[in-house]
């Protein structure tokens, strides 16, 4: 953005054994803080040290302004909302600052007077003297009382500028600006070093007793040490303990990322080893004795919405591999397998098939499925297939491959319908694909999105396209992979994060409101 020139005059009558007034210029960067100026000018930090009574003027524009409050009590960080820039103060690309006892205004201090006066000479200039013929003036003394030939005019034009000190100010600037980066890396990797050595204590020292506490306690400090993008809001941080396996060694850090970001750009974010060889990396998470890996092209929000992380705060392991070794197990093909083994269970171990309105079974002896029934009705999955060609324009619908449901949700999430202001964050949102079907048989398909914590039976005030707004004349169906089975869903009060949990409804499928 540019630089800063500083001026700060302190009163004499604050420093001990001079004669004058203290005088500094100094150049500063203009994303400098009011706290590092402070910081850096040692007469004026020894007097906040010290606690001598004193006030700190900004008199770089009229009225000056009393800012002695800023540098400890208004704006005492070196980032963030406690901050406050050379920039954003008004001192760009230049300010001055007047250090005064307490009794005594900037008015009626004689630096003030001197520059006033300096400003409001009323002297008459002298009149110009006008020469008919034209003359060069040349530095060189030498071309003065001479002729001078072409060639040497040029030369003085070229050199015109030989002894001009702007290079060396801007070359001084540069090493100011250099010596200000380095200190404030040395300050941050000091407070790092602080938060570390207090985090590190807390997970010693906390008990059962005073465990929630300590646990608050330091997720605040993990936040104040987590490094990331600093233009990402507050609000879209997602917090991660990142421990990195770098040929067997382990190190660990804290980070934020967003919830769009993938885990392959969390994963790329991280600085491969040296050793060569290991090009391979991906993000893996502990689950029970083993560590699952996340797809590449899985996102933050997914995973959260999906139960494979928190939304307050993970551990996660960067791991580095070579093209010899295999990849980590995925977290998604290990659900899959789990499905399929409870679903394998529930058809050779279960032969009663529950049936609508049927008291709900013990859980012991029953899938989650078959609590809210699971009906056959072949008429309902003729009019569906016709509803998806009618959908496809025309062609045969393709088959669910996980390219295909990837992209049919990547269609629900841009055409969904829902009150956006209401549930702003996209991992809060529960996608579906709402199917009405009236008394005469007429099918209509639509996208929405709720709130995660909004009961089923909201639909009712979404969807614009149902048959009847009576709860009790409306049939809840979910299709399952099968197309003339469907699971009924018999309690509607209860919440879209409940009944994913117990296996009734899952986010982008497709629900059925059908006219009884």
């Keep these: 953005m540019g630089d800063c020139r500083i001026r700060i005059v302190i009163a004499k009558d604050l420093i001990p054994n001079i004669e004058n007034d203290f005088t500094m210029n100094q150049m500063y960067t203009s994303d400098t803080t009011v706290r590092e100026v402070m910081e850096s000018t040692k007469q004026l930090f020894s007097l906040y040290q010290s606690k001598q009574s004193f006030q700190l003027w900004d008199v770089t524009l009229s009225p000056p302004n009393d800012i002695t409050c800023w540098p400890l009590e208004d704006f ?38 001197y520059d006033d006066s300096q400003y409001n000479k009323q002297e008459a200039l002298a009149p110009m003297e006008t020469d008919s013929k034209p003359t060069i003036e040349f530095k060189d003394e030498t071309l003065t009382n001479s002729q001078p030939l072409p060639s040497q005019v040029m030369e003085s034009v070229v050199k015109r500028f030989a002894n001009d000190p702007n290079e060396q100010d801007v070359s001084d600037a540069q090493t100011l600006r250099r010596q200000n980066q380095e200190a404030r890396k040395a300050l941050e990797e000091e407070r790092a070093t602080k938060l570390d050595q207090r985090i590190k204590k807390l997970e010693e020292t906390s008990n059962e007793k005073n465990k929630k506490v300590s646990d608050q306690v330091r997720l605040m400090l993990i936040k104040s040490r987590a490094t990331g993008v600093k233009s990402l809001k507050q609000r879209d941080r997602m917090y991660f303990e990142c421990v990195a396996d770098k040929n067997g060694e382990l190190t660990k850090e804290y980070r934020f990322f967003s919830p769009q970001d993938t885990f392959a750009k969390i994963a790329s974010s991280f600085s491969a080893p040296t050793q060569a060889g290991f090009q391979n990396n991906e993000v893996i998470i502990k689950r029970g004795d083993a560590y699952l890996r996340f797809p590449v092209s899985m996102r933050v929000y997914e995973a959260i919405a999906d139960g494979h992380l928190s939304d307050k705060f993970n551990v996660i392991v960067i791991r580095w591999y070579s093209d010899n070794e295999d ?190």
């Design 327 to 516: 990849p980590s197990p995925s977290i998604v093909s290990k659900d899959d397998e789990t499905e399929q083994m409870q679903m394998s269970q529930a058809n050779g171990g279960d032969t009663n098939e529950a049936r609508v309105g049927e008291a709900p079974m013990e859980q012991d002896s029953v899938n989650p499925i078959s609590q809210s029934g699971v009906i056959e009705d072949i008429a309902l999955g003729k009019l569906l297939q016709d509803l998806d060609i009618t959908l496809s324009k025309g062609k045969k619908p393709k088959k669910n491959s996980a390219a295909a449901m990837k992209v049919r949700c990547m269609q629900i999430k841009s055409k969904a319908k829902g009150d956006a202001k209401r549930v702003p964050k996209m991992e809060d949102r529960f996608f579906l694909e709402v199917v009405t079907v009236s008394k005469a048989g007429e099918a209509k398909s639509s996208y929405c999105f709720l709130a995660r914590k909004d009961k089923i039976e909201r639909l009712l005030q979404v969807v614009a396209t149902l048959p009847t707004s009576n709860l009790t004349e409306l049939e809840f169906l979910v299709a399952t992979e099968k197309a003339s089975e469907f699971t009924a869903i018999n309690d509607t009060s209860i919440e879209l994060n409940g009944a994913e949990q117990r296996q009734l409804l899952k986010g982008f499928d497709r629900i059925i409101l059908r006219q009884k």
């Design 76 to 113: 005492p960080e070196l980032q963030g909302p406690k901050s406050k820039t050379l920039h954003s103060a008004g001192w760009f690309p230049s300010g001055s600052l007047l250090v005064l006892p307490p009794n005594v205004k900037p008015s009626e201090y004689k630096v003030a007077v």
